[in-house]
């Protein structure tokens, strides 16, 4: 699969279960006030309706329906820059499953989770991701434009959280 055109801007990319425990709220809000951006959220779940609606108006937010299989490796590789949600009230109740993938990929992750949780320390050790705290959304907005627009960061990150899956 071809990487899809954003459009020229760089693409950020949430891929899995649209939950209630990921707290989409605080990505939506984050990429309307960073419109140089191209947000895809790929997946399916309980919330599916609820992201739907938050991202309707958003010109920038893209939900599409989960990937084959197959396709999931050239879906994460036409990513700049993966995204990690988990509300405060869920933190530490799981680890979220995509960051191998996301640390696999070579793509640098920006995770909007609690620092105290073990999905945080392992991002920690990794070297792969910027950390912001959670359901802050000028916060996340923050650290994606970073990446954004530091490409030599991106590859940095990328490298290391590869190294590390």
């Known amino acids: 699969m071809e990487r899809p055109d954003g ?3 760089p693409v950020v990319l949430y ?3 649209l939950g209630y425990s990921q707290g989409f709220e605080t990505l939506v809000e984050a990429a309307r ?3 140089e951006l ?3 959220i790929v997946g399916g779940g309980n919330a599916f309706g609820h992201v739907r609606a938050l991202a309707a108006d958003a010109g920038n937010v893209s939900l599409l329906p989960p990937v084959p299989d197959e396709a999931f490796p050239a879906l994460l590789g036409a990513a700049d820059i993966h995204v990690v949600l988990q509300r405060s009230v869920s933190a530490g109740a799981n680890l979220p499953s ?3 993938p996301y640390l696999a990929s070579g793509r640098p992750i920006v995770a909007s989770i609690d620092p105290a949780t073990p999905a945080a320390e392992l991002l920690r050790a990794s070297g792969g991701a910027l950390r912001v705290p959670p359901e802050q959304p000028a916060e996340l907005a923050a650290a994606l434009r970073r990446l954004a627009d530091e490409p030599a960061a991106r590859e940095r990150l990328g490298r290391a959280g590869r190294a590390f899956a």
């Open 38 to 40: 191209d947000v895809r």
């Open 7 to 9: 459009g020229g801007r």
């Open 33 to 35: 006030s960073a419109p």
């Open 98 to 100: 995509k960051i191998a």
């Open 15 to 17: 891929s899995g279960n």
